[in-house]
């Protein structure tokens, strides 16, 4: 028979990925967004205060 080689097969190990080295222009661009990310947070916090914007939906008539 065919012995050890049924079933699942093991992936060959993958090499571990370097780090590159970042640059000015990669610092700068990782800089804006966290920035964006705090505004925009701060922006989810307020309209979270405040009530809904629209009440749509279905509108219900006072009649039976």
Do not use: V
Not at 8 to 28: R, S, V
Not at 34 to 49: D, P, S, T, V
């Amino acid at each position: 028979m065919f012995g050890r080689q049924s079933g699942k097969k093991k992936p060959l190990k993958q090499p571990k990925k370097q780090t590159k080295e970042m640059d000015e222009e990669d610092i700068a661009f990782k800089q804006k967004q966290k920035e964006e990310q705090k505004k925009l947070e701060e922006l989810k916090a307020k309209a979270a205060g405040k009530g809904p914007l629209a009440s749509g939906g279905i509108k219900k008539s006072g009649k039976k």
